[in-house]
């Protein structure tokens, strides 16, 4: 199984900060995807990371995929209330189809 | 278009007794899977569905576990003789076919509570 290390795990901020969180491995991927969940929903697709080194931007959010494609991160800008949630990076596995999900980060954002 | 249901949304049981999970796919999607949602675990791979095949049981915890596909759509997934530690959300997803790059799209899960 090739594990991904999300951190930090848990994060509060304040509305208007910014905040970076992070997805590593020891494992190469082809891809890396970040997904944010809401309560009682299941995950929703944010992005697909494909080439090291690539950079995408959806509005204030900013996520990174490494040179070496082992590791990425997603920035949030100026964060709003409207961005807490579970954020989640997942990584192709070795069967081509099942993903391979990190723990995820819990972020809450107070107004 | 619809996105992928399932249910019952919430599933409370005894220990020892039976449960079926259901997951209606988005229309179309060949492939669908499984996951479990526990606290503090993050997703865990339970199983892959091609068309009404399983090519991949792997990530079944045990024999009490199982699944089934009808039709290249509906799936059943069946907990027998549930066990405290089955608690979890239970997640479906669909894609248009089954690889890793085509987007997987989940339901809302089934939070399932064994007493």
């Known amino acids: 199984t090739q594990l991904l290390e999300q951190s930090p795990q848990f994060l509060s901020i304040q509305e208007g900060e910014n905040l970076t969180v992070y997805c590593n491995s020891s494992?190469?991927?082809?891809?890396l995807q970040w997904y944010r969940q809401e309560p009682g929903e299941g995950p929703v697709l944010l992005v697909t990371?494909?080439?090291?080194?690539e950079v995408k931007k959806l509005k204030r959010l900013t996520f990174q995929f490494g040179d070496a494609r082992k590791d990425s991160s997603l920035h949030i800008t100026a964060a709003q209330p409207g961005d807490t949630g579970l954020y989640l990076c997942?990584?192709?596995?070795?069967?081509?189809?099942?993903?391979?999900f990190g723990k995820g980060t819990s972020l809450l954002v107070t107004p | 278009g619809a996105g992928v249901s399932q249910s019952p949304s919430n599933k409370v049981t005894e220990k020892g007794k039976d449960v079926e999970l259901r997951c209606d796919p988005i229309?179309?999607?060949?492939?669908l899977y499984w996951y479990r949602q526990s606290l503090g675990q993050g997703l865990e791979f339970l199983i892959y569905?091609?068309?009404?095949?399983?090519?991949?049981k792997s990530g079944l915890p045990s024999d009490r576990f199982s699944a089934e596909r009808t039709g290249g759509s509906v799936s059943t997934l069946t907990i027998q003789r549930t066990q405290q530690e089955d608690s979890a959300v239970y997640l479906c997803?669909?894609?248009?076919?089954?690889?890793?790059?085509?987007?997987?799209?989940f339901g809302p899960g089934t939070r399932l509570t064994v007493t």
């Open positions: 997803a669909s894609s248009l076919k089954g690889t890793s790059e085509y987007e997987q799209y």
């Open positions: 494992s190469v991927f082809s891809s």
């Open positions: 990371v494909v080439t090291g080194g």
């Open positions: 997942a990584g192709g596995s070795h069967s081509g189809y099942a993903l391979n």
């Open positions: 229309s179309g999607h060949t492939a």
């Open positions: 569905f091609q068309g009404n095949s399983a090519p991949d």
